[in-house]
């Protein structure tokens, strides 16, 4: 079983900068790319950022030059470091990870999400 879990969400001022962490757990055999995605309140849910186990990243237009993913393959973790943020940035924002998992019939992908948390940008 494979869980993702997310950290760092919360209510902070416009300009100000915030830190989502996301940890993956389970019987994780590689991984092939994780990403943060996000969902306002009567919006779909959109890329925000992801990034390869090689490190190549991509980012949503909105977000560029404020933001930077990061991860550390050998813990399966990814970061999202957000600065000067906006209103427009608050949302819940979930953690994704394309994960191989150990299987009987050998390595397999698979997507797996987090619960999401909520970001809050007050103005």
């Known amino acids: 079983q494979v869980q993702l879990v997310e950290s760092g969400g919360g209510l902070v001022q416009v300009g100000g900068s915030l830190r989502l962490s996301c940890a993956a757990s389970?019987?994780?055999?590689?991984?092939?790319?994780m990403g943060w995605y996000r969902q306002a309140p009567g919006n779909q849910r959109e890329l925000v950022a992801t990034?390869?186990?090689?490190?190549?990243?991509n980012y949503a237009d909105s977000v560029k030059g404020r933001f930077a993913i990061s991860m550390d393959n050998a813990k399966n973790t990814v970061a999202l470091q957000m600065n000067s943020l906006k209103p427009e940035d608050t949302a819940v924002y979930y953690c994704?990870?394309?994960?191989?998992?150990?299987?009987?019939?050998?390595?397999?992908?698979?997507?797996?999400w987090g619960q999401g948390t909520q970001v809050t940008v007050s103005s």
């Open positions: 994704n990870g394309h994960l191989s998992v150990i299987t009987p019939w050998g390595p397999r992908e698979y997507s797996y």
């Open positions: 389970g019987n994780i055999f590689s991984t092939a790319d």
């Open positions: 990034i390869t186990s090689g490190g190549s990243t």
